[in-house]
């Protein structure tokens, strides 16, 4: 006779699912901060349900599906996260004041540790760095929530089409029409889900080190070489967003407060699967949490450059507030 499971059983077995689980429901939301909510949300509704569990499918699967509901029924009350570019908004001058809005639910970037997309993680075989990248969160935020969820089941976790219409409720049938609207929509937006992340070519990381060493040495029109002719900068909270080099360079120089070399520090982080700077900025001879920026290349130059402002986001990295002295952080 088998013994019946218990919640120690439980615990024990659904913890090491926790990262996985967490870029999932950051997937599904757009923000790593609800995911970890909702990611609490579905250990708790399963280590309650957990006497029940039959092995009907495997625990990563039940839990997936729990996931799953608790992410949809959550977006029935929230509104998208997207970027100022989500909104439709035209890029503006750079000289026009900044214009925050702090009502928006903005996407927010999710650290690589908690997503679980290290390369030495066992949780990458789920969690690939392709899944979590900048773009594709923003372009999910596109689809519909229901949309949403079958896209992430069935092409990047690979379910089939049976288990994605018992976890998402609707009919075999139906998650194939919901499935191509959703691909329709997201090739309209977005990279192809299927298109590599590769890892930083020798002339990528070069540019980055130039890019680096133009914001810390106050050297800002040196930037101007670093962008594609149509890279685009945006920063929420503020609702403006900035397109081409010229624009980009002449925005940093009158919109941001650092004044002459060493006022600022980049800080290599790693975020969405992709190399990432915290930004610190120095006021009184300290050096103080100022954004979380995250650049994509288009080949070998900048193509996007997202900059967030919120501050919540230094501790979720696991970054300090401050940088005490002169001493730069830098590796």
């Known amino acids: 006779m088998t013994d019946k499971p218990t919640n120690e059983d439980f ?32 250990y708790l509704r399963a280590w309650r349900a957990y006497d029940g569990f039959e092995g009907r499918s495997s625990l990563r699967t039940w839990l997936y599906r ?67 990248r900048l773009a594709l969160i923003a372009a999910l935020q596109h689809l519909p929530p229901r949309q949403r969820a079958v896209l992430i089941l069935r092409d990047v976790l690979k379910w089939k089409a049976a288990e994605v219409a018992e976890a998402v409720g609707v009919s ?34 070069a540019q980055l080190d130039r890019y680096v060493a133009a914001f810390e040495n106050y050297d800002i029109d040196s930037l101007v070489h670093l962008f594609t002719k149509d890279a685009i900068w945006e920063m929420p909270p503020f609702v403006g967003w900035y397109q081409g080099p010229e624009t980009i360079v002449e925005l940093i120089k009158v919109q941001c407060p650092a004044e002459r070399s060493g006022d600022l520090k980049l800080i290599p982080i790693a975020a969405n699967g992709q190399l990432a700077f915290a930004m610190y900025h120095r006021e009184d001879g300290v050096y103080r949490q100022f954004s979380i920026m995250v650049p994509t290349f ?9 900059m967030f402002f919120e501050e919540k986001l230094f501790q979720t990295f696991g970054l300090p507030s401050t940088l005490e002295g002169e001493a730069s952080a830098t590796k």
């Open 172 to 205: 075999t049938a139906a998650v194939n029409s919901i499935l191509q609207r959703a691909r329709a929509q997201l090739d309209e937006v977005s990279p192809s889900l299927d298109d590599p992340v590769e890892p930083l070519s020798e002339e990528q990381r």
């Open 11 to 42: 615990l024990r077995l659904a913890d090491p699912m926790r990262r996985e689980l967490l870029a999932h429901c950051y997937r599904m939301m757009g923000s790593v901060h609800d995911a970890e909510d909702l990611v609490q949300e579905t």
């Open 66 to 132: 729990i996931a799953t509901t608790t992410c949809l029924t959550a977006l029935d009350s929230r509104s998208r996260r997207p970027l100022p570019t989500g909104l439709g908004a035209p890029s503006i001058e750079a000289r026009a004041p900044l214009v925050q809005d702090h009502e928006v639910p903005w996407l927010e970037p999710v650290p690589d540790a908690l997503a679980g997309a290290g390369a030495d993680d066992p949780a990458s075989i789920v969690t690939s760095r392709e899944s979590i």
């Open 298 to 306: 288009s080949g070998e130059s900048i193509s996007h450059v997202g």
